[in-house]
Each structure stands twice: as C-alpha cells, then as structure tokens.
C-alpha cells in the first residue's frame, strides 16, 4: 500500500469535515445564478448572488448591528427554555401525577401557532426586548421538554433499583444515574431548541420591533428590497449555524462517552 | 401441598436426591416466611410468588431454578428490600426487611455499567451511594478487579470491554461495598456457552475467597447443579417452592463434575420438574 503522501493531504483537505458542505453550498449559490441567467426571473422577484453579496459587502456595518438585538433575544430564549424545560422534564417524567396533567396541555399549547400570539406579547410589553425574548422562549421550550421527557424515561429501571438497593437517597440516585443517562437526549433537544429559538426572535421582531434582523426584512420587504431582504436570511441562516455549532460543542466536552462522540475517544486514546 | 417436605415417588432414592427441607439452623442467613407478593394493577391483581418459606444458611452457595415468569427476579427485590412482601417476613442477618437495606450486592443479566463513569468508579457506586469513605475503598475496589482479572483496567470506559469483563467489573461492584449477600439475577444469561463456563468458575472461586452468602437466579439446570450447595426449584407462576436439594458434590469442582453420576442424576431430577408441570421455555 504505498500510496503517493502529497494525494493522501488532498484526500484530507476533501475529507474535513466543513469542506463538503461548503462545496455544496457554492454549487447551490452557482445553480441559482444560472436559473436567474436562463430563466430570466427579473431582479424584484429573485435577485442575483452578486447583488446579494454586494449589499453585504456594502451593509455589513448596519447588518452586523441590527444582528446583536437578535441575537440577545434568541440566546436569552433559548436560555430560558433549557432553565425551564428541564425542570419541567423531569417533573413530568418523575411524577405520573404530573404528566396526567400538565403533558397533554403542553402538547396542546404547541398546536398555537406562536406567530398569531405574538401581537399580544408585544401590547403587554411593548416594543422592547422583552416580546422576542418570549417568543423565542415558546419556540424554544417544546422540543427541550419533550427530548429530556424522553431521556429521563429511557433509564433502565435495573439500574435505578441497584442504586436505590445501595441505600442512595432519591436525589443521589437521580443525580448519578438518571441525569447524566439523559444528557444526550437533553442535548439532541437543544440543538432543535437554538435553531427555533432564531424563528421564535425574528417572529418577535417582525410583529413589533424597531430593531433586529425581523426588523431589517420585514423593512426591506416593504421597500421591494430584496437583495437587503436575502442579505438578512444569509445573516440569520449563519446565526443560527454558529448557535448550533456551540451548543454542538458543549455537547462534546459535558457528554464524551456518548455513543456519538465515541471516534472522538478512540483517537484521543 | 408442601413438596420440600413431600417424599420423592421414585423407589428409594439415593442420598443426593432425596428432597431436603428449608428449615433455619440459626438467625444467620437470609429467612424468609409465608413470603408472598401480589402486584396491584388496573387490570386487578396479579400474584406474583406464593407464600415462600426457605431459609439460606450464611456462607451458602443458594441458586433457584424456575421457568421465566415465575417471579424470581420479585423474590430477589423482596429480599434486597426494594419490595415490600404482600404477606410474610423476610429477615436478613436476623433484621426484619422494610427497606434497601444496602447488605446486599446485585448482580443483573446485563452488568449495567455507567457508560460515563470508568470501570474503577463504576466499581465504587455503591461507596457513593452509601456515602462512605472513598479512600477507605479505593483499595479495596482495586484489589477486587485484581481478583477478576482486570486490573489494568481501571481507568478504562465499559464500552472498551468484552460482555464477559463488564459482567467482572459489575461483580465487582457488588462487592466493593462488603455485603453480606450476594444477589444474582441470570447473571450469565447475556454471555457466550465459553465465556459462562469459565464464569461459573471464577464466580466458585470468588464465592470460596469471599465466603459471600450467595443467592443466585438462573434457567440453566447444570450451571444451577453445578454452582450450588443446595437448589430450589420453583413452579410456573405464581411461583412456589417446588422442591430444595441438597448438591453433595465435593469442592473445589472442576468442570469434570458435570461428567459424574451425582451430577447428571440430580440435573435429571430437576429436570422432571419442569416436563410434568408442562415446558421448560
């Protein structure tokens, strides 16, 4: 097997991991280029790659600003949703009392398009931060209870009994065993959590907002704007790349041993 | 009908088949009387063991038999103390059971290692649990992988072992703490013909150097006959004492017993048991 070294370090550029959907993504960018060029969609209804990366280039001062307010607010919902979610998860998965109660509820308080409700946020309290903080809260919260619902259950009753026959109290037993075998679940909600949690800010800024990236679009798409309106999608898309990848992350440092970090161990081994 | 003290129907038996009773010797031990347990659920209530009266002598090598069903794994909550008996008593040392009592060590069908801690503090669980000293036992707990043949791996996480060193280390585990019991549900169950054989030697030999009291649950008639001082066979559910007998094979056993008379004549024996009751599953 001797292959040629300076091929294998090629091979390895193509393998990394951001390569392939980088290279995907140019191919989208070039495909919509060419459907504009063949198919003569005029500039109102679909603008052109470049006049998109010209407004970036051109606005990126005034973006990267009206990107902050939104990011305060998805990351404060997103917050709120892990701080509340979990604790709500483990009531629910603790007590059948609780679950008989509140669980349905939840579930039907899902069935509430957020988007029709948020108006009301913004009479009760205004303008501010305080109405997309909340919305992304409520787009946030659902798939962290319903994850972590499902990983405090999942716990092989076995276990939790040789714990318990070791005379450990509930909370050691539960802190030992049933926390961390939920994690992973826990987190795998996360993850969904931080990307709607972006929705839920935008959603809060496009009702009622003098500020945010909502704000920008819902601006741009007034004034028939749109190389600033998809200049803003490329800002929210990468926003919530960059969420994603650190809740990614911390997944990786706070759970190891998981199945799905497993290559991770094996090479640091 | 009480068959422990019912005399075999078979023309004078020999000594290793005659049907021994359980009566106690003395306070040691594990006794159990009138044990019963009957599950409450919405469908009614659904008996689980008949009162049970047996008593496992202190140091004794005690494995039961039974078709799967027959609330073998009820009878070893109820004594570990994670169940309350529907009726009876269960007295551990001498103590009445009303709750975990933490002087046992359990050993399951799969050894349900934590997959985020590593074998050595895996081992340590029931320290944490009991809240003892750690220091005092780390040694312990080393010295106890030692003796299974895993020392080295200590630092190592349980998906990096074979079924047959993660069921060691959950042995281990049931150790670490010093109880006076050790509780085995199927311990082997999960685990290759091979790697069981030379299992059911290793546990002889920790069972020997330990001199654990040892209550073991499996299918298997010759590992039973093979493991035990004495053996109690139950009926299909609800469970109940179908017959106790004494195994008067000498120790250390090689696995050659499995090759003597005695041997195969009580594995025989036991076995009648399950084809008139119906089937062995």
Known sequence: MAEPKPQNAVSKMLNAAWVRPFLFLVFIVVAWDLAIRIFRIPAYQIPSPLDVVAVLRTEWPELLRQSWPTTYATVCGFLLSALFGIPVAMLIAGSRTVESYVYPLLVFSQSVPKIAIAPLFVVWFGFGIIPKVISAFLLGFFPVVVSAVQGFKSVDPDMVDLARAMQGSRFQVFRAVNLPHALPAIFSGLKVSVTLAVVGAVVGEFVGSNSGIGYVMQRSIGTFDLPTMFAALVILALLGVILFWIVDRIEKLVIPWHVSQREDVIFAA | ?281
């Open chain 2, 1 to 281: 009908m009480n068959p422990a003290t019912k005399p075999v129907d078979i023309n004078q038996p020999a000594a290793h088949l005659r049907l021994v009773s359980g009566r106690a010797a003395d306070s040691s031990g594990i006794k159990l009387s009138g044990v019963s347990k009957t599950y409450r659920t919405r469908d009614g209530d659904v008996p689980s063991l008949r009162p049970l009266d047996f008593h496992i002598n202190d140091g004794e090598f005690f494995v039961v038999v039974g078709p799967s069903g027959c609330g073998k794994s009820t009878l070893l909550k109820l004594i570990s103390g994670l169940l309350p008996p529907t009726t009876g008593e269960i007295l551990v040392e001498g103590e009445k059971v009303t709750a975990p009592h933490g002087n046992v060590g359990i050993v399951f069908q799969n050894a349900l290692l934590l997959p985020w801690r590593n074998i050595l503090s895996n081992v340590m669980l029931p320290i944490d649990m009991k809240r003892l000293p750690r220091q005092k036992y780390l040694e312990r707990a080393k010295a106890l992988l030692k003796l299974v043949g895993l020392e080295g791996f200590e630092k190592k996480l349980p998906w990096q072992l074979s079924g047959g060193m993660q069921q060691r280390a959950s042995i281990c585990r049931a150790l670490v703490h010093d109880p006076r019991i050790m509780l085995m549900d199927e311990p082997f169950g999960a685990l290759d013909a091979l790697t069981r054989e030379r299992m059911n030697l290793e546990l002889m030999r920790i069972q020997r150097e330990t001199k654990k009291t040892v209550l073991l649950i499996t299918h298997s008639i010759p590992e039973a006959v093979f493991l035990a001082d004495r053996v109690l066979v139950m009926t299909e559910r609800p469970g109940a004492v179908a017959a106790i007998y004494d195994v008067p094979l000498p120790r250390p056993r090689s696995l050659d017993v499995m090759a003597d008379p005695v041997f195969t004549e009580l594995v025989q024996r036991i076995r009648k048991h399950f084809f008139s009751q119906g089937a062995l599953d």
